[in-house]
């Protein structure tokens, strides 16, 4: 028995005063309207309508249950027009996981321009240095680094995965460092300069430089600093520390100020972690927060930078997949409604 459509059946004849008007009122015939009511006094093994061949009346036990069942069914009415609306509207907390690669000059526009289009959704972001399970860890969305070994969608955690580009790595280091040890002209002499680089849990020191139309050249880094932040290899690449490779679009305003220098400029660096991807899980109902967050990190990533290769580039084809995800780091902006966590 639906109890509820039991429960709105018997309003309507308690209200009508008749099996018939109700049956003409919820547009159903007068055998179900019998048949639930019966159904509904079977279930609480009273009797609610008194029946006479002329009128009908409640039982004490039916006018009570008649208040009750009106004080429910304009709750869950209430309830319904509410997700209704939040669904037309997007509202709630959404919790975003980002690590990695991903620079401050990426994401804090993402947040801040999807909040300004939906207001009503608060923001909590988690910038971790570790490998996130999306759902068991309580995230709604995150924003990953593309595996190239991700070809599918995965049973056991049923991840969507939809490319959004590719970030341009570049080589680089202070001008004092430049002065003091001199620049190099070859990749194999800047793999013998002292490098500041993520961990090896995080990142392998192993680069792959490449001229246009020639094979891609695989140096290693020698790490004189590891720290599990792209943002602190920044620092210390500006403080004269050591030589490093970044995302671009982290370190454009250093190279446009002159604060650090762009090394190979004829090389191109090919590194895998630099496919981004925007992950989230694979339901049939997913809250209209999330659905939003997506298409908008899809249009953010498409459109929101210039050709000046100071973000990503074309987006990559679409994908799914269920794998594990390795985050990308960034530092967001202030917002009243963005809260930031940072995991390790």
């Not at 009273?46 to 409640?58: M, V």
């Not at 202070?174 to 490098?195: C, I, K, V």
């Not at 109902?285 to 459109?303: G, M, N, S």
């Amino acid at each position: 028995m639906n109890q509820i459509h039991a429960m709105r059946v018997f309003v309507a004849v308690a209200e009508s005063q008749s099996f018939r008007r109700a049956a003409q009122q919820l547009d159903v015939s007068n055998a179900l309207v019998t048949r639930s009511v019966a159904m509904l006094e079977a279930h609480l093994h009273t009797r609610l309508i008194n029946r006479t061949t002329r009128n009908l009346s409640l039982t004490e036990a039916g006018q009570r249950y008649l208040e009750g069942c009106r004080s429910v069914l304009e709750e869950l009415d209430h309830l319904e027009n509410a997700l209704a609306h939040t669904e037309r509207e997007p509202g709630g907390t959404l919790r975003v996981v980002a690590a990695g690669t991903l620079p401050l000059v990426t994401l804090t526009p993402l947040i801040d321009g999807y909040r300004r289009r939906y207001p009503r959704v608060n923001v909590h972001l988690t910038l971790a240095e570790r490998q996130i399970t999306l759902v068991e860890d309580g995230f709604d969305v995150g924003i990953v680094a593309a595996s190239p070994t991700r070809n599918g969608r995965s049973d056991d955690t049923g991840i969507v995965e939809r490319a959004l580009g590719v970030a341009t790595f570049v080589p680089c280091a202070s001008p004092a460092w430049l002065a003091e040890h001199g620049e190099p002209r070859t990749p194999a002499q800047f793999a013998r300069h002292a490098a500041v680089t993520l961990p090896p849990e995080e990142r392998s020191a192993t680069w792959a430089l490449a001229k246009p139309g020639e094979p891609a050249q695989q140096v290693t880094l020698r790490p004189a600093y590891t720290v599990n932040s792209m943002l602190m290899v920044r620092h210390a690449a500006l403080a004269g520390m050591g030589v490093a490779i970044v995302p671009e679009s982290l370190v454009a305003d250093d190279l446009a100020a002159g604060t650090l220098t762009r090394l190979l400029p004829e090389y191109g660096i090919d590194a895998p972690e630099a496919r981004m991807s925007i992950v989230y899980p694979d339901r049939q109902y997913l809250p209209a927060k999330t659905l939003r967050f997506v298409d908008y990190t899809i249009e953010h990533f498409q459109h929101a930078f210039d050709g000046g290769g100071r973000t990503m580039a074309t987006p990559v084809p679409a994908s799914a997949s269920g794998a594990s995800m390795r985050p990308l780091s960034g530092v967001p902006g202030n917002s009243p409604a963005l809260h930031v966590t940072s995991g390790g």
